[in-house]
Every structure is written in structure tokens, then in C-alpha cells.
């Protein structure tokens, strides 16, 4: 007599979708009310009152659907990337070797693109991005099997710009439109948390594209997304082409070197800044390596499809808890250090111990809510202490240690064998835990001087 032994997948139920959609609704849906009862004299972020002039409202309007659809260029590749390599019967071995020339590329070049970008102006690096990414999409439907290295190499280029262009890019074309500093930090605010927003639901989005180009049928479908990306970045380069011509002052490299050297490498508390950040990608990119493998680890299965997005709406929700604490007179680096903390003491537990899905998956979404907010307060620090004329180039560079790290660890792992998963986790953990100690000494450091809200300007006139 057989035995027949019933397999279980694990998958979220659809509550906890409909849990994070409303959740996301009433924290959008009553921010106004309570605005109008905790703070009535002061101006806030709210989306449906700003005394801005006109062309704020219609830029940060064209900016967020620009940022969108960058966002699902980059996720595209993010959930086909993989199911790609997979399809042509890449080995392990080789997918880490692709791997490490693009953490590698990000290292070596893309930590230098920011520098450019200040040099030579910002938007003309958002189009960078999108031809970077119609030179994939046209090399992958051109070539019957495409050398994934060279594609590797361009997406990794376009992921290091979009992480700095389109924030200094937003940060300095909202300086020409609104010139009340009160107005400026109100609506920087708002863009920066809607970024995060916008960002979470076009990578939700990425996937839904790529899934329905793909459909069932294997091999017609395999070159469905190159299609999509070409017509994507077509169409952006298009709206970057015809509106916002972006012009601003530049600096020459000579009076750029010496402006970074003093207000950049001489300021301490962007040092601190470029630590916290450094840390906070270090365990991002830690995460999304090794998130699959941790669920399955014990040979359980589960529809990583399904709990993809659930993480997404998880920073979704993160994000929309940002306006909140903005207003509720809470100090920036208190809420950093908070949450920097919090997600480090997750990945402690996951790193050290036996879960099950379910409670891994909970806190998988609580590290992305935790993210969501992150991201806003960041950037709001970044216009506090960075000058925007100099932004791109910190940026770019603080993402240079996280980079190197992130290479010495998949050789170790990927090539030696000499670290485990669990290792790889406990050290984004101890990462977080650093980022919180910077954020506590940034705060006692902004308590020695004054800390002006304006970016400083290295201009002269």
C-alpha cells in the first residue's frame, strides 16, 4: 500500500492585503483631521492644502509619475532578472559571478556618477537612467541569448543613479518654484514620503506587468518584458525630452572640489549622515539576497510571489506614518534611531533563530515598514545638512562602503564558503545597530550649533 505524503505551500492570506490597503486608506484619509485639531497654526504637509504657486504642485505632479515609472523599470528587472537566469540555465556559480560585477560596477563607477551628476546637471542623469535601461531592453530582444554580464553591468549603472538623481533632481527644481522656507520644507516633505510611496506601489506594479507579458507560455513570452522595459524607457526619455529643461548653475570641478572638500569631508555630522545611510543599504541589499533562501531553508515551500508584494504594501504603510511623526513635533534622528534599532533587533531574531513562515514573514513586512519610514527621514536629514549643489555626490559616495562590504561578503560566501546566510544577516543587523548610534550622536552634535532647515548654498553671487 503507497503512501501518499501531501505537500503544503504557504501563502499570506488575502486579509492581510486588504489589512495593509486600509490601514494605508485611514492614515492618508484622517491626516488632514488631525492637522486641523493638533496643529491649526502651522503649515503642514497635508495633499490637499498648500499655498505654493503653481508650478510646485504640477512639477512634484510630473516628478511622481517620472519616479514611477522609473520605479518600475527598475523592478522589472528585479522580478524578471532572476526568473530569466533561471530559464537559461545560469548556474549558481555564475549568477553570483554576475553578482559581483554589479555590486562591483556600483562600487567602482557608480559612486563616482554622483559627482557627475552635480557637475553636469541632474536631469541629464535621469536621462541616463532611461537610456541605460533602453540599451538592456534592445540588447535582450536583439540577442538570441544575451550576454547577461554586459546587462548586469547597465542595470547596476541605473540602479545607482536612480538611488541619488531624481531626489537632488526633485530637491533642486522645488528650490526655483518655491522660494518661502516654510512652503519649501513643507512640499520636500511630502515629495519625499510620496516617493516611497509611489516607489512600493510601481514595484508591486513591475511585477504584475511582468507576470502578465510572461503569461504561460514559456517560449514566447521569455522576451515579453524586454519589450515592455524598451517601450518604458522610450516613453520617458520622451516626457524628460519635451518639459522642464532643468537648467541650473554649475560649478567647475575646481570650485566643486574645494566646496565638498570643506562642507562634505570637513562636516562631521554628514559623515554620521553617510554612516547611517551606508548601514541602511548594506542590509537592504543583505535582505533581498538571502529573503528566498531564508524562507525555505528547512525544505518548506511558499509562494514567494504572494509574499513579495505583501512587503511592498508593508513600506507602503511605513511611509504614510512619516507625515504623522513630522508633525507631531518628534525630532528626526529620534525617529531614525527608533527604527533603526527596532529593525535591527529583527533581523537579530531571524538571524539567530528558527522561525516559522508565517513569523518570518511578519517580520520581513515589519523591516519593510520600518524602511518606508526611513527613507523619508533621510532625505528630509540630507536637505537639513547636505547643500543640494553638492547632494548627488554624498550620496553616491556613502553608498561606496555598503558596496564594498556587500562584494567581500558574497565572495566569502558565494566562491570560500567561509560565512553562512545566518552570518550575512547578523552583520546587517550589527550594521542597523551602528546606524542608530550615529543617529544618537548626530543629535547631540546638532545641539553644539544651529541647525539650519535651509540647504546650504556654495554659490557665490
Known amino acids: ?42 503649515k503642514s504637509s497635508s495633499l490637499s492644502d498648500h499655498p505654493f504657486s503653481s508650478s510646485s504642485p504640477r512639477f512634484q505632479l510630473y516628478f ?48 563616482l556618477l554622483g559627482l557627475v551628476s552635480d557637475l553636469i546637471g541632474r536631469k541629464k542623469t535621469c536621462l541616463v537612467f532611461f537610456i541605460l535601461h533602453l540599451i538592456v531592453g534592445i540588447w535582450k530582444m536583439v540577442a538570441p541569448s544575451p550576454s547577461f554580464w554586459v546587462a548586469n553591468l547597465c542595470l547596476s549603472l541605473a540602479t545607482s543613479i536612480f538611488s541619488f538623481s531624481f531626489e537632488t533632481w526633485a530637491v533642486v527644481e522645488h528650490d526655483k518654484v518655491d522660494s518661502k522656507p516654510g512652503h519649501r520644507q513643507d512640499i520636500l516633505n511630502e515629495t519625499f514620503w510620496l516617493m516611497t510611496f509611489f516607489e512600493s506601489a510601481s514595484l508591486i506594479g513591475s511585477q504584475v506587468i511582468g507576470n502578465w507579458m510572461v503569461g504561460g507560455n514559456l517560449e514566447k513570452g521569455i522576451g515579453s518584458p524586454s519589450i515592455a522595459a524598451t517601450l518604458l524607457a522610450i516613453l520617458g526619455i520622451a516626457c524628460m525630452s519635451r518639459h522642464y529643461d532643468g537648467t541650473t548653475k554649475i560649478m567647475t570641478f575646481k570650485d566643486y572640489r574645494m566646496s565638498f572638500s570643506v562642507y562634505i569631508l570637513g562636516d562631521r ?8 545611510q551606508a548601514c541602511l543599504h548594506f542590509s537592504i541589499a543583505v535582505f533581498w539576497i538571502l529573503w528566498a533562501p531564508t524562507l525555505v531553508a528547512d525544505g518548506r515551500e511558499a509562494f514567494l510571489g504572494l509574499i513579495y508584494p505583501c512587503l511592498l504594501g508593508a513600506r507602503m504603510l511605513g511611509s504614510t506614518v512619516f507625515p504623522w511623526l513630522i508633525n507631531a513635533s518628534l525630532r528626526t534622528e529620534d525617529c531614525l534611531t527608533c527604527a533603526f534599532v ?3 533587533l529583527l533581523l537579530s531574531i531571524i538571524a539567530y533563530d528558527y522561525e516559522e513562515i508565517g513569523v518570518l514573514v ?60 545566518s552570518t550575512m544577516i547578523a552583520f546587517a543587523a550589527v550594521g542597523l545597530f551602528m546606524a542608530a548610534g ?13 541647525m539650519k532647515e535651509e540647504p546650504i548654498s556654495t554659490f557665490k553671487d
Not at 555630522?269 to 547611517?276: F, S, V
Not at 543617529?439 to 550649533?449: H, P, S, T, W
Request: net charge neutral; proline share 3%; charged share 15%.
Open 1 to 42: 500500500m503507497g503512501i501518499v505524503i501531501e505537500t503544503f505551500i504557504w501563502e499570506p492570506s488575502s486579509s492581510v492585503f486588504i489589512f495593509i490597503f486600509f490601514s494605508s486608506f485611514l492614515l492618508l484619509s484622517l491626516f488632514p483631521f488631525y492637522l486641523s485639531k493638533h496643529a491649526p497654526t502651522t
Open 64 to 111: 511622481l509619475l517620472l519616479y514611477s515609472l522609473a520605479s518600475v523599470l527598475d523592478g522589472l528587472w528585479l522580478v524578471y532578472g532572476e526568473f530569466e537566469l533561471v530559464y537559461y540555465g545560469i548556474s549558481k556559480e555564475d549568477t553570483v559571478t554576475f553578482m559581483l560585477i554589479g555590486f562591483g560596477a556600483a562600487l567602482f563607477v557608480g559612486s
Open 269 to 276: 555630522r554628514i559623515w554620521l549622515l553617510a554612516c547611517a
Open 342 to 344: 527596532v529593525q535591527a
Open 362 to 421: 511578519t517580520q520581513f513586512s515589519l523591516y519593510h515598514a520600518c524602511i518606508g519610514l526611513i527613507l523619508p527621514l533621510l532625505a528630509r536629514l540630507r536637505t537639513m545638512y547636505v547643500p543640494n549643489e553638492l547632494r548627488g555626490g554624498m550620496i553616491s559616495l556613502s553608498l561606496a562602503p555598503a558596496n564594498a562590504a556587500i562584494l567581500f561578503i558574497l565572495m566569502q560566501r558565494g566562491y570560500y564558503r567561509t560565512i553562512e546566510n
Open 438 to 450: 550615529c543617529m544618537y550622536v548626530l543629535k547631540r552634535e546638532a545641539f553644539k550649533g544651529d
